[in-house]
């Protein structure tokens, strides 16, 4: 670092609402902040409406942009993910020089940082894809940043980065995460989370809705309840407020006037693709992509929607006690969606090379990100106990919890089947659970029709080797 107190600590390209929001973050504590957007308006009312926020170095070229760094030269990238991103990561490594520092904190695809760095180290400057979560509360006030590339890049930027962070226990959310792609890899899986998790949340209102019968402002306060409890998250903290929130228009609850179909930007999809590629079972995630997109198929849903539902069950008869299966059912689902990102974060790392700290993670993960809860500090300290936990749902503490509330989500997902209401993410990870803890799995019986159809060949439970069964002949059992 250069002692050059002229020129900019760091510089900000794109300057549209998460650009500018972390260029005043960094202006506010103290940094000397560089800001450019490619039309100049931006750059100009940045600087007309907060201006005063701290010291900030506007520029109209990129040329002028970089000039205004002091050495090694940090510019963050804040546009679009796909070609605006390597447009300007090009326009930069033009006009730096060996040693400079580009930051991505766009939400890129892992993999375009893995070539992205690629190039970008070959021409002798440094890359580094940072996720970073929060949204724009978080860009202002301290977001969670999950920074990849190298050690030497971080010891440069991490300083940075950490101060404007939001932070829990005086711990920074910000730390190096592993080289290349690593930060938007884990940035991606965080994003899968946030999907299951938000869903499950979905699943326990619209049981306690349909099958308990309760209006949402009801549902509301259980939720502020819940949210006492080992379920202390944001998500559960926002759900209460958007279910308590009456619509100025009509008088009905907002959420009875929005329409059903999820959106989404495509990080969740992104994890659920790496997944089948990693062959890794995240389930719930899996199922929470899948929900979004059955809900958007409203087209589909209004021609199905005189499908027969054949004959339905009763509804709960004690309400209370249902209330608190569906509490126990969200919890343990919620368990394994996580323990499920977690496995995919590990086979990530293990494809790419990149030494993660799961621990590390879940601490970042504690603040500044829409999964932020008091649930990530169990999950840092199951990793602070084994640090090589083979999955989450194997620690001890988690272990005694799914154990817990077993009967409750057992009984929640019958319940839900008889009155023919969709829990995908329950029903899944239940599922999941049970295929993880099976003795046997009908998998053998796939490995004889594998065999029998395309020779495939199987192991056998008590001989080493690979067999092939002559379905043709005799099916007499030959060695392969
Ligand atoms: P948001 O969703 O918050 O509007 P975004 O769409 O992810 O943000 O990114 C918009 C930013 O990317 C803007 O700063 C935009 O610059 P302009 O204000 O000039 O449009 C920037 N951007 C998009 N494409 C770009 C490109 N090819 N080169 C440089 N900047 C680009």
New binding site residues.
Partial sequence: MTNDTSRAHIGVV??????SNIARNFARHGHVVAVY???PE?TRALLAEHGDEGEFRPAETIEEFVASLERPRRALI????G??TD??IGQLADAMEPGDIIIDG?NSLYTDTIRREREIRARGLHFVGAGISGGEEGALNGPAIMPGGTAEAYASLGPLLESVSAHVDGTPCCAHIGADGAGHFVKMVHNGIEYADMQVIGEAYQLLRDAAGLEPAEIAGIFREWNTGDLDSYLVEITAEVLAQTDAATGRPLVDVILDAAGQKGTGRWTAKAALDLGIPVTGIGEAVFARALSSALDQRAAARELPAGRLGEAPADRDAFVEQVRRALYASKIVAYSQGFDEINAGAAEYGWDIDRGALATIWRGGCIIRARFLDRIKDAYDRDPALPALLLDDYFRAQVADCLDAWREVVVTATRLGIPTPVFASTLAYYDGLRAERLPAALIQGQRDYFGAHTYRRVDREGSFHTLWGDDRSEVEA
Avoid: D, E, T
């Fill in positions: 794109g300057l549209a609402v998460m650009g957007n490619r039309s931006k804040m546009v679009q993910a070609p605006a447009a300007v766009g």
